[in-house]
C-alpha cells in the first residue's frame, strides 16, 4: 500500500469554493489514476471523481458541473477544487490510488451558513 496525506477541508458557506489535496509522499504516482470518493456515516460511499495518467477525468453525474479534479505528478498530489457547494455536499472526502487498494484517512467537509 501507499501513504495518501489529505489535509485541508474544513467548513466552508454554501455556494463558497473549497479545495482539496491528497499526497502520497516519496512516491511516482504518474503511471497512475486517482479517484475522489465521499461518503457519509452509515452510508455508502459515493464515486465523486477520476483522473487518469494521461490527465482524462470523470465524474459523478451530481457533481461535473462544479467539481474538477486534476493532478500535479510532479508533487504527487491530486486535486479535488469543488464550486458552488451545497449543504449536501457535506461529507467526509477521501482519496484513493485504486493501483495500490490505497485510501486516505478522509478529510470532513461542512457547508453550513
Known amino acids: 500500500q501507499v501513504q495518501l496525506v489529505e489535509p485541508g477541508g474544513g467548513l466552508v458557506q454554501p455556494g463558497g469554493p473549497l479545495r482539496l489535496s491528497c499526497t502520497a509522499p516519496?512516491?511516482?504516482?504518474?503511471?497512475?489514476?486517482w479517484a475522489w470518493y465521499r461518503q457519509t456515516r452509515g452510508k455508502r460511499r459515493d464515486w465523486v471523481a477520476s483522473?487518469?495518467?494521461?490527465?482524462?477525468?470523470t465524474y459523478g453525474d451530481s457533481m461535473k458541473d462544479r467539481f474538477t479534479i486534476s493532478r500535479d505528478d510532479a508533487k504527487n498530489t491530486v486535486y479535488l477544487k469543488m464550486n458552488k457547494l451545497k449543504p449536501e455536499d457535506t461529507d467526509v472526502y477521501c482519496c484513493?490510488?485504486?493501483?495500490?487498494?490505497?485510501w486516505g484517512q478522509g478529510t470532513k467537509v461542512t457547508v453550513s451558513s
Open positions: 484513493t490510488l485504486p493501483a495500490f487498494a490505497s
Open positions: 516519496g512516491r511516482s504516482i504518474s503511471p497512475y489514476s
Open positions: 483522473v487518469f495518467s494521461d490527465g482524462d477525468t
